[in-house]
């Protein structure tokens, strides 16, 4: 057996000369467009012509098939270019055919063999390839290549181009899919558009009657409405539409109502039963626009049993409304919510706020005792002066205890913490309690030492600080010394995070 040779052979130049270089291709021959078309272009690239969603290469690929079209089938001095859609219009009216009919084959294959014109091209013999054959009907040889299963066909992409192209899968997918797309693309000629556009406002027109596109819903009223309802109880419902005006309770019904729920609370202190009621009362008042002395008393009311039952989130959304209401001048009790939303401030640490509400007082607020007091309180924790803090504690007017009741643990955490660090080793516990205002009450109603002493120690051991109180010749004693990390962690621990639910 004859071994093959390990190189290849390579024939010989016959001649020393060189080959004579290729001819030069044939320069293309210049085209003088007519005036028409030259301003048919200048107008298409006219800022002001153009179109939003239409990008620049876009218009001059659509400007090039248009005009090359044109001259293909020789109609380009026949056309009249100065009433000729523009390449961006044709895009536009293509791209909303597009949107309209869904891309569909079926669709489009219909318009364009029901609308024949001179611009269309004739459909190309292989999109019939995949038309199922009658057996009893004689194939030709080009016909049975064409039925051949596609894993029995070459496809060639193992040759050598397809190795130094280099294409990818994606690659060709992408290339087919826009293949498919300009096979299918919507013909832009004006005139199959026109008729296209008349035939859909026909359709329009002509709906059936059982769908009518009139809507016979009367439109939902807007402004303020009278309510007609007699109902003295109703209870709260999220509105999510206008009610009706039977559901709504006039202001006459709406003030004897809130002289029942008054009685009510009073005598059954049903806090559930009394919010949904005042809830109820305000949306009343809301959807009729009403905003009168009677409406601030309404929420006032609401705030003041609120904060009773330590409802911060209803609280704070009457309190938010009544600031509204007090600068329309409408009465009330503005010196008492003043000082409240102080106080309220206070307690969330809000600032923000805090500096609005200041920026917002006049001398004569400044001068009236619980906007006062209110103050007084803040400087108080401000500078660190504890013992003046409790001592305005126990000189809070109206129902400002409630609201300093909410943030008195952690001020006597604070005030824990510097005491440990002013008074060592020991301090006595009648001391303690007087200071962080611990005033026990005997079956009088008057102040009882020992009551106040005792609610002291419940407070330190509660806390983990029983095994720092010592009794010592007939006093107790607090060993204040050892107990500076402990205090001041929990200092620390209550003014990290108020979390409260309805905040504004």
């Known amino acids: 057996m004859r071994a093959s040779p390990a190189f290849t052979a390579v024939a010989a130049r016959p001649t020393l000369q060189r080959p004579p270089p290729p001819s030069a291709p044939p320069k293309p021959q210049k085209v003088d467009w007519s005036s028409d078309v030259r301003q048919y272009v200048q107008r298409a690239f006219d800022p002001a012509a153009d179109v939003p969603g239409i990008s620049t290469e876009a218009k001059q690929e659509m ?53 024949p014109t001179a611009m269309d091209s004739p459909p190309s013999p292989r999109l019939n390839t995949n038309k199922r054959k009658s057996p009893d009907t004689d194939l030709t040889e080009a016909e049975q290549r064409d039925m051949t299963p596609p894993w029995k066909k070459k496809t060639g992409k193992n040759g050598l181009e397809h190795r130094i192209t280099g294409k990818s899968k994606t690659q060709e997918k992408k290339q087919k899919k826009a293949e498919a797309m300009r096979a299918n693309a919507v013909d832009f000629d004006p005139a199959i558009l026109e ?13 059936s009657p059982y769908n009518p596109a009139r809507d016979d819903t009367p439109p939902a009223p807007t402004g303020p409405l009278s309510g007609t309802c007699q109902k003295l109880e109703k ?44 809830k109820s009362l305000r949306q009343d008042l809301t959807v009729q626009h009403i905003k009168n002395d009677f409406t601030v008393k309404v929420y006032e009311v609401h705030a003041r049993i609120a904060l009773e039952m330590a409802d911060l989130g209803e609280y704070n959304q009457c309190q938010t409304q009544l600031r509204a209401l007090y600068k329309l001048n409408l009465g009330g009790k503005p010196e008492e919510f003043v000082a409240y939303r102080i106080l309220y401030f206070i307690y969330t640490c809000n600032r923000t706020d805090m500096n609005d509400v200041l920026a917002d007082l006049t001398p004569a607020d400044k001068q009236k005792p619980g906007v006062q007091h209110a103050l007084q309180v803040r ?61 026990g009450d005997d079956v009088s109603g008057s102040p009882d030492p020992e009551a106040g002493r005792r609610q002291c120690l419940d407070f330190l051991c509660q806390h983990g600080a029983e095994h720092l109180v010592d009794r010592k010749d007939d006093d107790v004693r607090f060993l204040a010394g050892k107990a500076g990390p402990l205090f001041e962690t929990l200092r620390a621990a209550s003014f990290r995070r108020v979390d409260i639910k309805g905040q504004i």
């Open 63 to 115: 400007l090039k098939r248009v005009i090359t079209k044109a001259a293909e089938s020789g109609e380009i001095n026949q056309i009249n270019w100065n009433t000729y859609p523009l390449p961006q219009h044709l895009l536009k009216q293509e791209r909303d055919q597009n949107a309209l009919h869904g891309a569909q084959p079926a669709v489009l294959a219909n318009t364009n063999t029901s609308t």
């Open 195 to 207: 008729k296209r556009r008349q035939r859909f406002e026909q359709a329009t027109a002509d709906a």
């Open 235 to 278: 209870n709260y419902f999220r509105l999510t539409a206008p009610p009706p005006p039977e559901t709504v309770r006039p202001l006459h019904i709406l003030q004897q109502a809130l002289d029942l729920i008054l009685k009510k609370w009073k005598k059954e202190h049903d806090y559930s039963y009394a919010c949904d009621q005042l």
């Open 379 to 439: 400087s108080a924790l401000a500078s660190g002066n504890y013992h003046k803090f409790f001592r305005l504690y126990d000189e809070a007017p109206f129902m400002g205890p409630y609201l300093l009741d909410m943030f008195i643990q952690r001020e006597r955490f604070a005030a824990l913490a510097a005491i440990c660090k002013a008074y060592k080793p020991d301090v006595s516990l009648q001391f303690l309690a007087k200071e962080l205002a611990f005033h």
